[in-house]
């Protein structure tokens, strides 16, 4: 809203700079945005909070700074009286719908003179940030700048039957606005009628046939009340914000009507020569009462921690035009201004008497802090992963929860499914992720585009998807990505690239940190965005928790990528319940470990897993841990064979275990290669 | 044979030694003249010490004295000079040793926290150091918990300024963690603290100071006696916690349908410290929340006395803080992970 400082002074004296009334009203809740001068003329721009429609105007702001500075507020002259002894022009007002619209006041004046408006209009007009137009149209301009009271004016000789009828738009129903623009109307749409048809869409904006025209004579002025959700609903529907609904959806004064219409009566027959030619006529069924709260000061003292004279709160309450009615010690009942559209409650009153005290000088205290601080569930958790793959050399990523189209058809379940949202922003908001997957890939992406290969990033977030019932449903999800270089260009290490292996240590370690129960990883099939030649699942407990592999060649090719993506995604939910295991000590052993190294010859096909799953099987108490040292295929080894290095380590934790009974037990497990899988010792 | 003979062969000896000592000039040879002189087996004083036997009896105490001061003083010279020996053979092998410490050291990696995420986690110890209970909320919310149970009923003007992606008619992705008020409520009875981060989305297409995703921190506290000083108080404590222990607030009435009195709060510029920059627009101020008393509306819908109990609630976006704290100037960098940024924090 810009606030001309010279047309305020209208209405109360003001000896502050701008800066200084910019400060004030700041503090007052009213923020200044800025001061920008008009034909030198300073011009407050204030961002007016949508409960406070009351300072929508010069009057409504200069109300505040007559309160705040105790100086009188000076009311603008109105014309007087507003009726005529003979009713030339007779009209008839009547409200069919008086739920939307409890209150409307007419007047009708003729000899009026459409012309331009005189300079001193027109500066404050714009001034203000508006155009002129005409005199008719730019007076009810400013008397909606002056008092924040929207008026329309209409040209009565274009009201067939000299009527106005308030009534709900029946379904189909037309009107052309003064924009020109044809609109349908449905019947939660208030309309202004004639005694034919639709002449106004009501407290939005009038119809294009019933306009001001150069040859207008006799106006008749529409001074009303209409209820605010209603012109709200209006308005969004049709998509039109005005002045006027902008005013009328926050709430106007309903009890000005008769003043905005006299005042704005004065300026026609000042500015444009027009004089009554039928009564004020004030339709007024539904009767709106003045809002009445009970104020107590220990409440207001109770609330704000403070203390309060008495004539502290009548006082201010009186210079807002409150009127506090005392109801016994420290109590009143306050009865709102008509324009006070945001004061229904004693906690309403309380801020009245709050601002005036000033925020800045309630004492900041601290409350009685009796409650346990807690930490949400989930952190333990996601701290743990976050600080294991931190510590791991993994960035922490975070990527919009959002999927477009193409992505959701690249990336999407085995079944399909989209979490579609109703009212997308733009064609990337379609859809929300289904998996951490595109995201992940379009950062490692960005990065190889400006030249860093070497991309390491995780993610925890949710994502989305459908319950039986359709419903949106979220889950925590753990991400990983990882690609290039590892562990950088030095000259202590030489360069090798990120592979599966890397991806699997990482998940590996995390699920070792965060203590977690038995797990391995083994092939899986059907998850569309990995490429099946590596696709894994990660099975911990028993339970699949997620997949890892690389990116499928398609999606590699479609997203142009330059060298392989190492992807892992792990529902975090599941990963939770199987971590954590308790911590059980083992006492330290007393006698020393052998080990023993044993190189075979194995056919490709039979896997690792397979091989230790079984030599574990084989009940060598003693064996407590088996690594794979070393994997060779090539020369001297056989075509669809491969040699595999074990080292065992074996302990017995009653006695030293001797030569003999360790190659007992490396015997044991050649044994049972040999026999189980053809295996050749090298 | 009479006694000087005996020590004169015993002296004899004792030059030889001396002479042969003398001549070695390395751990090495120091060691071989070692062998030849004390070897167990054929070592030059074992030997003479296996010919007591063939002495007379009257000659063999003296021999065997002087003999043993021979062994004596063969063992101390050899050790004293070994050590030298030695000594000297670890600084040469240190010598060789020596590595050039200026050379970059192994390439261990360690990843980066994300900026936002770190804020939110420190946000979070503030207020669980406070007595304050963390929730983790749904992003997916009802339509009742986001806005009506809020006080912003469908007809309400403030909806505006939230433009919400809906799923359906009362599914939405929540616009603010606000949300946290009316499920802590539901969930705890007073003494209330509760406190909640997320993200939170509203239709802003994306620019240098919008996302249609971004974070938040909201906070309710609820109780008997609970007061706008408290708001205050409790507001500085985390403020200056955050931004700077000498940061400044400024406190005034600010509109939010869920509280009554409402208030805006800005925090003196942590730039300029409030003498006035481009970042606060040199009005030494940034507008940096929105907070009050919890609104009585609010109260009853949860089920609350609104006459036995007060609360205040504030919420704030973090992202704004981080923007604030590290000089970032495009929001959107915050959710394209390029490396190039994120390993600057």
Redesign the interface.
């Known amino acids: 809203m810009k606030i001309s400082v010279e047309w305020l002074k209208d209405y109360v004296e003001i000896r502050e700079t701008p800066e200084q009334l910019k400060d004030d009203l ?4 009213l ?1 200044v945005e800025s001061i920008s001068p008009f034909q030198g003329e300073p011009v407050l721009e204030i961002e007016v ?4 429609p009351d300072c929508l105007s010069h009057v409504g702001v200069a109300r505040e700074l007559s309160a705040l500075y105790k100086r009188p507020l000076k009311y603008p002259p109105c014309a007087e009286p507003l009726a005529v002894p003979v009713e030339r022009i007779p009209y008839e007002i009547r409200i069919k719908d008086r739920d939307l619209c409890p209150r409307y006041t007419g007047l009708v004046m003729d000899g009026v003179r459409i012309e331009a408006s005189p300079a001193w209009l027109q500066h404050r007009l714009e001034a203000a940030g508006m155009r002129p137009l005409n005199n008719i149209v730019d007076i009810t301009n400013y008397v909606l700048l002056e008092l924040g009271h929207p008026l329309h004016a209409f040209d009565f000789q274009r009201l067939r039957k000299g009527k106005i009828v308030v009534a709900r738009a029946r379904p189909g129903q037309r009107i052309i606005t003064l924009d020109g623009v044809e609109r349908e109307l449905d019947e939660d749409t208030l309309l202004i009628n004639d005694g034919d048809g639709p002449v106004a869409i009501a407290g939005v904006m009038g119809g294009l046939d019933s306009e001001i025209k150069p040859d207008t004579r006799t106006i008749l002025l529409e001074c009303a009340y209409f209820n ?2 209603s012109i ?2 209006t308005a969004k529907k049709l998509g039109l914000s005005t002045e006027a609904s902008y005013r009328f ?2 709430g106007a004064d309903w009890g000005d009507t008769i003043q905005a219409a006299a005042r704005t009566c004065l300026l026609i027959q000042q500015v444009a020569g027009g004089e009554i030619a039928g009564s004020l006529k004030d339709v007024y069924p539904a009767k709106i009462k003045p809002v009445r709260i009970g104020l107590r000061r220990r409440k207001a003292e ?5 203390t309060l004279e008495d004539a502290f709160v009548t006082s201010t309450l009186e210079r807002l035009n409150f009127k506090p009615a005392p109801k016994g010690k420290g109590k009143w009942q306050v009865t709102c201004p008509s324009y006070r559209a945001d004061t229904e ?4 009153v ?2 009245e008497i ?2 005036f005290y000033g ?2 000088n ?18 333990p958790f996601e ?1 743990a992963a ?1 600080r294991i ?14 999927a477009a189209e193409n992505e959701h058809n690249q990336f999407a379940p085995g079944n399909g499914e989209r ?8 064609e990337d ?1 379609q859809f929300l992720r289904t998996t951490l997957a595109p995201g992940l890939v379009k ?1 490692a992406r ?2 190889f585009n ?1 030249g ?1 290969g070497e ?4 993610e925890i ?2 994502v ?1 998807s459908l319950d039986s019932q359709g ?4 889950r925590n999800t753990l991400g990983i990505v990882g690609s290039g270089g590892f ?7 030489s360069q090798t690239a990120y592979d599966f292996f890397h991806l699997k240590g990482a998940v590996v370690a995390l699920l070792r940190g965060m203590r977690s129960e038995e797990a391995e990883v083994v092939p899986a099939a059907g998850v569309r965005w990995l490429n099946p030649g590596d696709a894994a699942a990660l099975i911990v407990g028993g339970e699949r928790a997620g997949v890892l592999g690389s990116l499928h060649p398609d999606l590699a090719e479609e997203y142009k990528l330059k060298q392989p993506v190492f992807l892992a995604e792990i529902d975090f939910e599941a990963l939770c319940r199987k971590v954590f295991q308790p911590v059980k000590y083992e006492p330290l052993p007393k006698y020393p470990a052998a080990e023993r190294d044993l190189s075979v010859v194995l056919p490709r096909e039979v896997s690792y897993g397979e091989i230790r799953r079984g030599i574990l099987g084989l009940g060598v108490s003693q064996l407590v841990s088996v690594e794979l040292l070393d994997v060779y295929e090539g020369e001297s080894i056989p075509a669809g064979k491969v040699s595999m290095t074990f080292r065992f380590v074996f302990l017995d934790r009653r006695k030293t275990l001797t030569v003999d009974q360790v190659q007992a037990f490396s015997d044991n497990i050649l044994t049972f290669l040999r026999s189980s899988y053809n295996a050749e010792l090298r | 044979m009479s006694d000087h003979v005996i020590l004169d062969r015993i002296e004899e000896l004792r030059r030889q030694f001396d002479a042969e000592l003398a001549q070695a000039a390395s751990l090495d040879t120091c060691a071989a003249v070692r062998d030849r002189w004390v070897g167990r087996e054929r070592g030059i004083i074992t030997g003479e010490m296996k010919r007591l036997r063939e002495l007379p009896r009257e000659d063999r105490p003296a021999f065997g004295q002087a003999a043993n001061e021979l062994r004596n003083y063969v063992e101390r010279e050899l050790n004293a000079a070994l050590e030298r020996f030695g000594a000297r053979a670890r600084e040469l092998e240190i010598a060789r040793g020596r590595v050039d410490v200026t ?12 900026p ?2 770190r804020l939110q ?1 420190e946000i ?1 110890q503030v ?10 909320l ?3 919310e009802k339509e009742y918990y986001n806005f009506d149970a809020l006080n912003m009923p469908r ?1 309400h ?2 909806r ?2 939230q433009d919400t ?4 008619e009362t ?1 939405l ?1 929540r616009t603010h963690c606000s949300t946290v008020q009316i499920h802590a409520m539901k969930v705890m009875k007073p ?3 509760a406190v ?1 981060t997320g ?1 939170v ?1 509203r ?3 994306a620019d240098a100071t919008h ?3 971004f974070y938040q921190v909201d906070v309710l ?1 609820l ?1 008997e ?6 708001l ?3 507001l ?2 985390f403020l200056k916690r955050i931004f700077h222990p000498d940061v400044r607030m ?6 939010f ?1 869920f509280v ?5 709060v800005d925090i003196s510029c942590i730039f300029c410290f409030g003498k006035g920059c481009r970042i606060c627009k040199q009005s030494g101020w940034i507008e940096i929340l929105g907070a009050g ?1 919890v ?3 609010v109260l009853r819908m949860s089920g609350v006395d609104d006459e036995r109990y ?1 609360g205040f609630a504030w919420g704030m976006g973090i992202d704004r803080v981080a923007l604030l704290k590290y000089e970032v100037d495009d929001i959107r960098l ?7 940024f ?2 600057q924090f």
């Not at chain 1, 409650?345 to 309403?348: F, V």
């Not at chain 1, 419903?471 to 979220?474: A, D, G, K, M, V």
């Not at chain 2, 207020?127 to 983790?136: K, Y």
């Not at chain 2, 400024?250 to 509109?255: A, C, L, M, T, Y």
């Open positions: 700041t503090m007052l809740g923020v909070t949508s409960n406070r605010p959700p709200r609903r959806e926050r109770a609330l704000l921690g403070v409650l004693e906690a309403d309380i801020e709050a601002r925020y800045q309630v004492p900041n205290t601290l409350p009685r802090y009796n409650s346990q601080g807690l930490a949400s569930p989930v952190f701290n976050r793959l931190l510590g791991l050399g993994y960035c922490e990523a975070v990527n919009l929860s959002f979490v579609a949202l109703r009212n997308p922003l733009t908001t950062s960005r990065n400006h860093i991309v390491r990033l995780f977030g949710r989305y419903r949106p449903l979220e562990a950088g260009c030095n000259w202590r290490h | 050379r970059p050291g192994f390439p261990y990696a360690l990843g980066v926290e994300h936002i995420k986690a979070e207020f669980i150091s406070l007595g304050f209970r963390v929730f983790d749904p992003e997916i007809s003007p403030a505006d300024s992606f809906y799923f359906d599914t992705l003494p209330v603290r909640s993200k989305y239709r802003d297409p996302s249609p995703m506290a109780d006696g609970i007061t706008m000083g408290d205050k108080g409790t500085e404590v400024r406190f005034r009435p600010g509109f349908p009554e009195p409402g208030a805006e008393m609104h009585p509306k007060t915050f959710f394209e992970n390029d490396l190039r994120l390993t």
